[in-house]
């Protein structure tokens, strides 16, 4: 018996081993890449570099991710779904007015907090590296729900794309440095969804 190994006894005495905790979880590297996707950005984001933060070696990450695209994927789902819970929690005052403008504020403030993540959702990539559509369909809920309301529903997509496309032309120039010309850059986003919004009250 000296000889036996733990496993062994185990079977021996009819009970079965403890299986061995895995190493990491989809959560855990999730949570990685968004930690590395901020850091360094989405060229950052390889099943190499995850591996190292997560403590495991490259080939035991592929029992859990397929390959690059999967894990932008599962990245880009994490970002548009906390961006969802952001848009959802801001549309509530009742009025569309004010809530399409809280939701473009809360749209800014989501890229302002998670740059990197922003231009993900946004980037051209191919369909796999991207967010899954029911995420495009959950995030858009609140914005359109808010533009039937205030544009009528028979204009309610038009409005709503004119919303996010205003919203994220602003957004893109403001994370670039595009606006050099001095003056409040608040002030001016402001004065732009306000104006917007009137625009498009039917």
Not at 10 to 26: C, D, F, L, N, W
Not at 122 to 130: I, K, Q
Not at 167 to 174: R, V
């Amino acid at each position: 018996m000296a000889n036996v190994n733990s496993q062994q006894a185990h079977k021996i005495e009819g009970v079965q081993p403890v299986p061995t905790p895995a190493r990491t979880s989809v959560d855990a590297i999730v949570a990685s890449g968004r930690e590395i996707l901020e850091a360094e950005g989405i060229e950052g984001l390889t099943m190499q570099r995850i591996a190292s933060a997560v403590g495991v070696r490259a080939p035991s990450l592929y029992k859990r991710v397929r390959n690059r695209n999967d894990l932008l994927r599962l990245v880009a789902n994490d970002a548009a779904g906390e961006l969802t819970a952001r848009l959802d929690a801001a549309a509530t005052t009742g009025d569309p007015r004010s809530d399409l403008i809280a939701l473009a504020r809360a749209f800014r403030t989501f890229a302002q907090s998670y740059p990197a993540a922003y231009g993900l959702l946004f980037a051209p990539l191919p369909d796999e590296a991207r967010a899954d559509p029911d995420w495009s369909v959950r995030a858009s809920e609140a914005v359109l729900r808010a533009s039937a309301r205030l544009a009528g529903e028979a204009d309610a997509l038009e409005a709503a794309r004119t919303v996010t496309a205003w919203a994220n032309g602003f957004i893109a120039m403001e994370l670039a440095g595009a606006f050099r010309l001095g003056g409040d850059v608040d002030r001016a986003f402001d004065y732009g969804i306000d104006h917007l919004t009137r625009a498009i009250s039917a």
